[in-house]
Every structure is written in C-alpha cells, then in structure tokens.
C-alpha cells in the first residue's frame, strides 16, 4: 500500500481537498485503483449536525454517512462512491478508544495520546485502504499546521511514515503564496515558516503546492526548494483557475503526475484525459447561456450548496450552456416579493431546515407554478411546494409541515413514523441510498429512462398519506415512490413546462460525466423557456 498525506499551511481554505481530488485523478487516469480520506479535526463524530455555514454543505453518502464537503469533491472527480469510514473525525478516534477502555480492552494501562489514539488513527487508515482494495490511499488532514487539533492525526502520520517506510509514504503541503499589492511580489515567508513547523513535528514535506491569485515565478519556486528542503521540480503551482476540474490538468503539466509515480515507485498506463478534456471543452465553449435561480437561507457562503453548483457545472458541460447562478436569499423573497425572480429562465429550491426563510422558499415556488417557470423542489424545497400546492391549490389555508408549525390544521407534510420517538439528532434521519419505484410513462420515467433508481435521502419528514388523493385530482401527481408504495419520493405538474419535485438528493450523484437527471432536465427546459 501507498499512502499520499496531504497537509496545508498558513491559513485554512486554500483548497486542500481539491489538491487530495486532483492528485486522485492524476493516479487514476493512469491505471491506479485510488480511495480518499477526510480526516476532520473536529470533536463532531460526524458532519451532520453542523449548521452550513459553520462547515458548509452536509455531504450524504450510499451507506448513510453524513460527512465532510470535500468526499463530494472526491467522489465526482473519482467517479467512485466512498463510505462512511472514509471520513475520520475527532469524535470518532476518541469514542473508540474511550469504548474499548470502558471494556478494559487496554489490560489496566494509562490510556494515552501516544500510542493509543494514534493507534487507532493508523488502523482506521490501512483498514479502509485495504477494504477499498487500492493501490494508493490519499488522507487530506484538515485544518491548519500548528491547530492543537490536528497534533494527534500529524504524529500518526508521522509515524506511518517510519512504520511503512518513505518510498510508500508521500507528503504533499499546500500552502498560500501571497502578493503583498505595495511590493507587487509573490513573498515565500509564510511558506517557509509553516514547512518549519511541520518539519518541527518530524514531517518533511516531498511536495509543495504554492496556491497563489497567479502562477508561481521561476524565482519563487527556486527561493521554497531552497528554503524548504524539496527539489526544484517538487514546488508545484497552483493558481486561481476558472473551473475546479481544470486543476488536475494543472499539476500535469507541471508533471507532478510523473514525479509521485516516480517518488513512490509506481508502473502505471499512459495518462488518459481525453474525455475530461471533451468536458472541460464544453464547459468554456458554451452555445447558449440560462440563468437559474437558487433560492436558499444559506446563499452567502456558496459553499453550503456545493454539490448543486457542481451538477449544475456538469448539466453545462453536456449541454454546452453556460449556466449562471443567481443566488437569492429566501428572506429576501419575504420582505420584496417573488419580483426579485424575474429573469430567471428556472428556479431551484435545495433542501435545508427550520422555519427561517420557508415562507420566502413557498412564495417562490408559487411564483414558479403560476408563470410557468421551470421549477426543481429538492428535500425541504419538494416538501414547501407540497405546502404551497395544498394553500393556494387545495386551499388549506393553514396547511403546512410539522416541523414548522406542530399546530397546522392541514399537515400535508409530517413526520416520518419511525421518527416519532427518536431523541438523539445525529444520525438518526432517513439516510443514504433508497429504492426509488417509478411510474411507467411519468415524466420522471422519460427523464431517468428506467423504473428503478437509488438516490440519496436526508430527511425527517415527508409527505402526508392522507392528502395523495386530492393532490392527484388538482393535478400534482406523485410519479416516484418507495418500495412500499406509501412514501412519495417525485411529484410532476401536470400541464406545466416543468414543475418537479424529489425528496431525495439527486446533486449527490451528479458526476462531471454523468450529470443528475433532474438538474439536466431542469436546464434543458430553461433554454426551452428563455426561447419562448
């Protein structure tokens, strides 16, 4: 086994995960069987109960898993679906170990940072690179050099490095190269004193990936080789680039590619980009140009939406249209009015909790149904279109969901059964991948092409039984449900250009080469709109 640790320095953000997802791919174009890891720092066991603006999106995967933003970006440019034991976090590490002393597994001895925490941190790592049966395992350490947080991850690392040798272990930091604007320069200092600081831990960085507004000089690669004790051709540059998936074929050119298989000892195919290229040819040689409109409550940091602006970046690849996001506070809807969403060829209302700007989500999704705008509700957003639907359609006047308002006289949206008596809130949702029964001849079946998918779910509440029928007679028909039968899981509008709505999560399928359905139908009905 091979192992790639990828570290950052100076300030957080700079794009570690999108370094550890780059160099994933470049492994992969030529021949490797590659699995990522996320490692959190935070004492959290998991992703799923932190608001998105302290973390950004919540990612969902097959088995369940709520974790970390950045598997999303692993899982899109690997093509591969990862599990939950891919994301380690604090909270993890210390609960096991803290189990199995409670049990006396430890014989009576002090448990202790060293070795017993880093310990498990070490086989937690070799036990997911070798159930993922790969020839290379890439761990991303989150957080910065120098956080008391990341101590305990960097000193396994450390002695992963000793127990399993450095032709197998590889380090890679990235670090931020500023422009101070007075002196017009790219200064190495921060660089350099964070190498220092790594290398105080025992960790000698092999790689440097100088993320910087430009391309690194000449000069300044020479001046960190010089100064952090890596070669010429290992100070790799990383400048702001237009698109993510371009990044990979950055660091190819710069033959970072070529110098990891040679570091670690790796025989691998010829590299082969040419379909990623195809896609990155579409992306900036669009045909056609839509606007759609994301109405969300978490608008401001962009992040808590990532995977719908990714499947968004992928619908414009596969059909050459440059899809413009128009990002609109729900509140704002509520103080100004859905008015705001004129110009919008399409609206999309992701998924979300709380009371907070809902009143904003259900005034735009009237507004999208009653102009024939083309509409996609996703989780929260299918469950306000139900409400909206049941008010101004059924007229329940006071219809609502449970999670809202408990004392709605018309609960058109509930909670889940199974729900009812669960007190803990991490985890404890309806999770991960589902079996989806689609109706032959539906919109849906003409969208998916076959009658049974599996989606992603991330839910408490769903649609009440009780209403189906008189939803069906006004015409809201619910086209997708579960095995059962009793869980409505897509509703289509009927007599509308495109009026859909899907419990599940489809974003977190969307692919670069294999966009989510709904989003590229979503698109595709936005430039048929803009043209009417």
Not at 53 to 72: A, K, P, T
Request: hydrophobic content about 35%; charged content about 30%; aromatic content about 8%.
């Amino acid at each position: 086994m091979k192992y790639i640790i990828v570290t950052g320095g100076v300030i957080s953000g700079l794009g570690k995960g999108i370094t550890t997802s780059s160099i994933a791919k470049i492994l992969k174009t030529r021949g490797m069987k590659v699995t990522a890891i996320k490692i959190d720092p935070y004492l959290n066991y998991d992703a799923g109960t932190m608001n998105p603006y302290q973390h950004g999106e919540v990612f969902v995967l097959d088995d369940g898993g709520e974790v970390d933003l950045d598997l999303g970006n692993y899982e899109r440019f690997l093509d591969e679906n990862l599990t939950f034991d891919h994301n380690i976090t604090t909270g993890k590490i210390y609960k096991t170990v803290i189990e199995r002393e409670r049990k006396g597994e430890y014989l009576g001895k002090t448990v202790q940072i060293i070795p017993h925490i880093t310990e498990e941190i070490k086989r937690r790592i070799k036990k997911i690179g070798i159930e993922s049966g790969a020839d290379v395992t890439i761990i991303e350490i989150g957080g910065t050099v120098g956080d008391i947080e990341s101590m305990p991850f960097l000193e396994a690392a450390r002695q992963l490095w000793i127990e399993e040798g450095f032709r197998n272990v590889l380090f890679v930091h990235t670090t931020l190269v500023p422009i101070i604007d007075v002196v017009g320069e790219q200064k190495t200092k921060p660089t350099q004193h964070s190498v220092k600081e790594l290398r105080s831990l025992g960790i000698q960085p092999d790689i440097i990936i100088g993320r910087a507004k430009e391309k690194l000089t000449t000069e300044t690669r020479r001046k960190i080789s010089l100064f952090c004790n890596v070669p010429y051709e290992a100070v790799i540059s990383a400048p702001d680039a237009k698109s993510i998936y371009e990044v990979p074929l950055i660091f190819e050119e710069q033959g970072l590619g070529e110098y990891i298989m040679g570091k670690l000892q790796l025989w691998g195919e010829n590299p082969e980009w040419k379909e990623w290229n195809r896609f990155l040819k579409n992306l900036k040689n669009p045909k056609d140009e839509v606007t759609i409109a994301i109405v969300g409550k978490y608008v401001h940091l962009k992040d808590s939406y990532i995977s719908h602006r990714e499947a968004l970046a992928h619908v414009a690849s596969k059909l050459k249209t440059k899809v413009n996001m128009k990002w609109i506070d729900s509140e704002k809807i509520e103080e100004d009015g859905p008015e705001i969403l004129k110009g919008a060829h399409g609206i999309l209302i992701p998924g979300g909790f709380g009371s907070r700007g809902s009143e904003g989500k259900i005034m735009a999704a009237k507004f999208a149904r009653e102009n024939n705008v083309p509409f996609l509700g996703v989780c929260f957003g299918f469950q306000l279109a139900v409400v909206e639907f049941a008010r101004n359609v059924l007229g329940y006047e006071d219809a609502n969901s449970t999670e809202l308002q408990p004392s709605t006289s018309a609960p058109v949206i509930d909670l889940l059964p199974e729900q009812r008596d669960v007190e803990n809130l991490g985890g404890t949702m309806r999770l991960g991948a589902q079996k989806i029964i689609i109706e032959k001849g539906s919109l849906a079946h003409k969208i998916y092409g076959k009658r049974e998918i599996e989606e992603r779910h991330r839910h408490r509440y769903e649609v009440n039984p009780d209403y189906i029928e008189e939803f069906e007679k006004k015409g809201l028909h619910f086209s997708g449900k579960d095995e059962s039968g009793t869980r409505m899981e897509i509703f289509e509008l009927k007599d509308h250009i495109f009026y859909m709505g899907s419990q599940f999560h489809p974003e977190f399928k969307s692919r670069p080469l294999r966009p989510s359905p709904l989003h590229l139908m979503l698109v595709k009905k936005a430039i048929e709109y803009k043209s009417q």
